[in-house]
């Protein structure tokens, strides 16, 4: 079984939905409330779990009930929790998202325990990561505790990809440790302050990346190594909601790349991941499983079951 190993948040998310959300200083009677696992490296877990990968979460939570519930929730699920990592002095994380009927949102994230994670512990787990295929880091959990897992990961030859998001200042000694670097739109403009995204990933890889996938919605994904750019058109879906569609995203990548796929094949195993999630509404529970994976490919023309 391919080996992936994520590190980074878990959240619980309160959602309530709204006609419409409220203004500064107002109040507004919403309607359904529901509480759901969150958190951009529990959704990535969970989504290469879907994609069939065997998956190992390095997270911290608070010594809380969201914590103990995370837990669970997380072992239900197949995550191992023996990587779930307790903070006695914070609250595990949590977000309020307020939904409205045309899908906008307001989210607040208060990250709590998630901002302890600390160098120690991932060197801690450094075991767990030299026996991974491939490493999936984001950034809602602090810098220093992802470049370590990354310098550790480099050490043992594992594969390297970071969803740079949220989008903060990346060092070249970072970015030299990153084999696919994987921002949206959005997350490569803030990067590089450029506007086109080819243009964005290109100064990324000069700044060291080995290989950078912006995703683009809609669009697709744009694959650029040093000698080539290559644009992987979205797979037509009819599309609800786009929540969770980069977790998705990269959950699905780490799970291609972890069997032995090309970077390439990867990345039209993730775009159909990526696509299938925006036809769901939700985050975690719109992830697609291998075989709605496979099917997605399949019918439209990229057959990746061998
Ligand atoms: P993020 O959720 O991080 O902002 P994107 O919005 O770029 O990331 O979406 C990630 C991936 O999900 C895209 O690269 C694409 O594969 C897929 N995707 C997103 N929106 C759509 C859509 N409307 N139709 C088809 N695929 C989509």
Redesign the pocket.
Known sequence: MPKVIVIGSANVDFTVRVDRLPSPGETVLGQDFYQSLGGKGANQAVAALRAGATVAFLAKVGADAHGQHLGLHLAFLGLPRESLLTDPSRPTGVALIMVDRTGRNLIAVAPGSNQALMVEDVQRASRLISEAAVLLVQLEVPLPAVAEALRIAKKHGVTTILNP?PAQPLSREVLTLVDVLTP??SEAQALTGLTDAADAARALVEAGARAVVV????R??LLTQTDRTRQFP??A?K?VD?T???D??NGALACALAEGRSLMDAVVF??AA??L??TKRGAQDSLPTRTEIEALCRQQGHDLTS
């Open positions: 998001a949206n739109e995703t683009l919605a809609e697709g994904a979205a797979y879906v599309a786009a969770a569609a980069g998705a995203f993730a775009n990526g696509a999630t925006t």
